[in-house]
């Protein structure tokens, strides 16, 4: 004992963790302890004999060597620092010994052997307080899983099943007691040991394809997310009907153990499962976000219309070399070609001008796409037009409004004070910036997903200035340090992003404000596999460069365009469906079709040398818009724009049915009523969600109000 320091010895403000006592307590009390913890802080030397358990004195230290991980011989689990618990709202640090006051064990078979071997500790503070403790064995009595993983492992009960019929009701259930309780009662049952965080493998899940399956999830968001994934798993297995309860007075965190200590009998948990809802299958996470119906990947066709002129010559050359869909190569080569011929073309609505510079964003499944290959070969034909623009006049990277006005600024002048021996005498006008003489700038960014996550940020100006962008040219912040302007800028920009990245990153703020309408969103997926590559030949490329050249050469000299007579008869028969607003999140993202249209238009009818917009540029402009709004119906779809009542329809495509207890659930109850009631009572305005009510289970009790998904 003379080789412990003082610093490890207990003190009142660092008592032993295994009896809470001190070496400064009184005597005669019962609370006195002479013991330290070691120099490793593995083992607390505590001298109560009381607490000892099976221990025996350590040596002649006069103390009992208790062991701070795990499940100490004494019979209790210690811990260096006890989990805190509520204390009044405060988190409250507990210096007792957790003592176990009751061991459950639970084995796992895999083909009849046993595998592993769940272990819980419910254990009681001397404050009276219960918790638990959990860990994993082998068979033979090591600690751990052997290699395995809880998600690789067979669900709990599953070796119980091996001689229940096809087609019998089985109920998956989260933990090992929710399933004894359920066997309890003579329902067959499995149940999930990973924890509500973790999904069983596949193989975990095949044996029960050949069984009617009812998924009982805990009465929280973490067991609802449990089970829908579960199910969805299930369903990608080739499982045709999975179906959950609906258990309506069910208390935060419930399951069927407490369904039963509630005091429910046999009958009535029957009548549950027999009245199980089915969960809709989700057949691609990406897509079912977006308001897809149809399994698989979908992309929109574009019309053959908007494959004319110069644009579709171009695609007809590089689209059998690249992997890139041929709609994907004819929007780079629009947008390129627009900000390569600039401002000078333009039509008027109005006092309004409208030039050829458009904003779009390709959506793809993933990487996979070949998004940027689509660039590749336009952007080398672009710059042997125009070297100068290829050189300075494409850029990546956007950060913020400032340094995109930095790109096309106008020239600044500053009143400089001239002085005559330390004596202001004057001021005279000095440059001090000559400017940006090139005013057009093509943005080409490749993750759109990292712009609108910087957006995010509340002192980021890229947002408001990339609308002045589109819309007239003239750019400015409103903050007072920033002095940058820019007119008569001629900004074009393509970007790349996910259709998972666009659903998470695109907020409300930017459906709502306008900026995503400045954009055509269109779904590209790569057209072909190429496993040498694509390079188009010389001799097919190098006329294209000179009907670029041509092209460009004529468009600059081309000031206001017109539609003639045959154009403004078809422009008056598709205007009302092009102004006709949409509800939702679609309508907010499709609502500027008209100048979308009129833009793409009038590039057409330069493209193909002409003075004026003719019929068959305004089809050609017409069929990229009906891409771009198909793409759009299908990124969007019926959503609201408002995450709150998005949030519920999705929940309800992809769980089923739900009551409005289980809809709280889905915001950790953090949303008041009056938030639910407005975005359900948009929902049923919209026609996406009903309301239904559905007797008590067996008979007994209240109704339950459910809301589903029409």
């Not at 976000?289 to 010559?313: C, H, I, N, Q, Y």
């Not at 600059?556 to 007579?565: A, K, L, N, T, Y």
């Not at 249209?597 to 009818?605: C, E, F, I, P, W």
Request: proline share 5%; charged share 25%; net charge negative.
């Amino acid at each position: 004992m003379s080789r412990v320091s003082s610093a490890q010895r207990f003190t009142t403000s660092h008592p032993c963790p295994i009896c809470g006592g001190a070496e400064s307590d009184p005597r005669g009390v019962g609370r006195r302890c002479n013991g330290y913890v070691s120099h490793d802080g593995q083992y607390a030397y505590c001298s109560r004999e009381e607490f000892s358990g099976e221990l025996s004195l350590y040596g002649d230290t006069g103390a009992y060597a208790h062991k701070l991980e795990g499940l100490c011989r004494c019979g209790s689990l210690h811990g260096e620092a006890p989990r805190p618990r509520p204390n009044n709202g405060q988190p409250r640090h507990p210096t007792v010994a957790e003592r176990v006051v009751q061991t459950q064990r639970w084995t796992i078979y895999a083909r009849g052997t046993p595998i592993a071997v769940h272990v819980r500790f419910d254990v009681e503070g001397a404050d009276g307080q219960r918790d638990k403790r959990v860990h994993w064995e082998q068979p033979d009595g090591a600690l751990g899983l052997g290699g395995r993983t809880t998600a690789s492992l067979p669900l709990y009960g599953l070796s119980e099943l091996d001689s229940a019929p096809d087609g019998a009701l089985v109920v998956l259930a989260e933990g090992e007691p929710a399933v004894d309780a359920l066997r309890d009662h003579g329902i067959l049952a499995a149940g999930t040991v990973c924890g509500a965080r973790v999904t069983p493998t596949d193989d975990g899940l095949r044996p029960f394809l050949r069984f009617r399956v009812v998924v009982w999830p805990d009465h929280d968001d973490d067991g609802e997310q449990h089970m829908t994934r579960i199910a969805e798993g299930l369903h990608r297995l080739g499982h045709g009907d999975v179906r959950r309860v609906m258990w309506a007075e069910a208390p935060p965190t419930g399951d069927a153990v407490d369904f039963f200590a509630a005091g429910h009998p046999t009958e009535e948990a029957r009548a549950l499962l027999e009245a199980a809802v089915p969960m809709a299958p989700e057949t691609q996470a990406t897509l079912a976000d977006s308001g897809v119906d149809a399994p698989g990947w979908f992309e929109p066709k574009m019309g053959a219309d908007a494959f004319t002129g110069l644009a579709g010559r171009i695609v007809d050359v590089l689209e059998p070399h690249s992997e890139a869909s041929p709609v994907a190569i004819l929007l780079h080569v629009l947008v390129g070609l627009g900000s390569l011929i600039g401002r000078g073309p333009h039509a008027l609505v109005e006092k309004t001008s409208h030039h050829v510079n458009e904003f779009v964003a390709l959506v793809g499944r993933s990487s996979k796409g070949r998004k940027g290959q689509a660039w590749s070969v336009p952007r080398w034909l672009l710059a042997q037009a125009d070297e100068e623009w290829a050189a300075g006049r494409v850029v990546s990277g956007l950060s913020s409004g400032e340094g995109l006005i930095y790109h096309v600024r106008d020239p600044r002048d500053e009143q400089q004070p001239i002085k005559e021996k330390g004596q202001v005498t004057g001021y005279a006008t000095v440059r001090v910036d000559e400017g940006v003489s090139d005013k057009r700038l093509l943005v080409f960014e490749a993750e759109l997903a990292s712009v609108l996550r910087r957006m995010e940020m509340d002192s980021n100006s890229l947002s408001a200035v990339l609308r002045q962008a589109w819309d007239e040219g003239r750019l400015a912040t409103l903050t007072r340090n920033s002095p940058l302007r820019a007119t008569g800028a001629h900004v074009s920009l393509i970007a790349h992003v996910t259709l998972d990245e666009l659903a998470v990153t695109l907020t409300e703020t930017e459906r709502a404000n306008g900026f995503a309408n400045r954009f055509l969103f269109h779904l590209v997926e790569r057209s072909k596999m190429l496993p040498e590559g694509g390079e188009p030949p010389e001799e097919a490329l190098w006329p294209l460069v000179e009907d670029t050249r041509r092209v460009v050469d004529h468009a600059r000299r081309v000031g206001r365009i017109q539609r003639d007579e045959e154009a403004r008869e078809l422009w008056a028969a598709v205007y009302p469906q092009l102004s006709d607003g949409k509800p939702g999140l679609l309508g907010a993202v499709t609502a500027r079709a008209e100048a979308h249209v009129l833009r793409l238009s009038v590039l057409y009818a330069l493209l193909d040398g002409a003075s004026a917009v003719c019929r068959q540029h305004l089809l050609a402009a017409l069929a990229v818009w009906d891409h771009a709004a198909a793409s759009a119906e299908c990124i969007f779809g019926d959503r609201t724009g408002l995450s709150v009542a998005d949030t519920i329809l999705e929940a309800l495509r992809r769980r089923g049915p739900m009551t409005r207890d289980g809809l709280r659930n889905l915001f950790h109850r953090n949303k008041t009523a009056a938030e639910l009631d407005s975005a359900l009572r948009l929902l049923v305005e919209q026609g996406n969600v009903r309301q239904t009510v559905r007797p008590a289970a067996g008979g007994r009790g209240r109704p339950a109000t459910v809301w589903e998904a029409v």
